[in-house]
């Protein structure tokens, strides 16, 4: 079964802090995401990455950003956590020139900054 | 710039109505269209993928269509049940590379027992 495995489901944190939330794939996949969905605002793309070391900016990378050092591996960092920062972080990953390119997510994970 | 639209926002049947959400895009090159599930708290799970070239996609009780010409997509669910309450997105993806899907605000599902 294709699996993205996200490492933390809930998170509180505070103003400030440096977050790291982690997103693992088992499939090989060349591409994986980060989102954010927000009430309202629905999924927004925060950053994406087609290849180890290879990085894209999204719709809304203000005061995050990404490390890939292994292809299975893509990790979201907030620098300095601010309150609206707050939000559901969802990871995702596909095929890159190759299948059918359907997406698959992680559970997500659920940031409170206080 | 893409813009992928479904309405209504939320919906709410009796169990056992056969129903049907909407989703329409504005550019009508894509590459393909993907249907997702998402329970409240959780990740979105794929139902259908449909490639540009495909009509249609079956899958138990869920059909999906596609309209590349008119922009527009829906999915179409059968007798349906309590536990198909939920979110429902619908994503367009331009191209076989690295470019990232572009989501719909969803529809919220409730089926009432």
């Known amino acids: 079964d294709v699996k993205v495995t996200q490492s933390s489901r809930y998170l509180v944190k505070r103003t400030g802090e440096k977050v790291f939330l982690e997103c693992v794939q088992d499939m090989d996949h060349e591409n994986m995401f980060w989102y954010r969905q927000d009430p309202g605002l629905g999924l927004r793309l925060i950053y994406f990455s087609y290849d180890v070391k290879m990085k894209e900016k999204g719709d809304i990378p203000e005061g995050y950003s990404v490390s890939r050092e292994k292809k299975e591996r893509f990790s979201l960092i907030l620098e300095s956590a601010s309150t609206n920062q707050t939000s559901m972080y969802l990871c995702?990953?596909?095929?890159?020139?190759?299948?059918?390119?359907?997406?698959?997510f992680g559970e997500g994970s659920r940031l409170t900054v206080l | 710039k893409q813009e992928v639209t479904q309405i209504p926002a939320a919906l709410s049947v009796p169990e056992g109505e056969n129903l049907v959400l909407n989703c329409s895009f504005t550019?009508?090159?894509?590459?393909?269209l993907q249907w997702f599930r998402q329970d409240p708290g959780k990740g979105l799970t794929s139902l259908l993928l449909?490639?540009?070239?495909?009509r249609e996609q079956t899958s138990g009780r869920l059909n999906a269509s596609l309209d590349k010409s008119s922009g527009r997509s829906t999915l179409y669910i059968a007798a349906s049940q309590p536990g198909d309450s939920a979110t429902y997105l619908c994503a367009v993806r331009r191209d076989q590379a690295g470019t990232a899907l572009i989501f719909g605000k969803g529809t919220t599902l409730s089926v009432s027992s």
């Open positions: 550019d009508s090159a894509i590459y393909n």
């Open positions: 995702a990953s596909s095929h890159r020139g190759q299948g059918t390119g359907e997406l698959f």
């Open positions: 449909i490639q540009s070239s495909q």
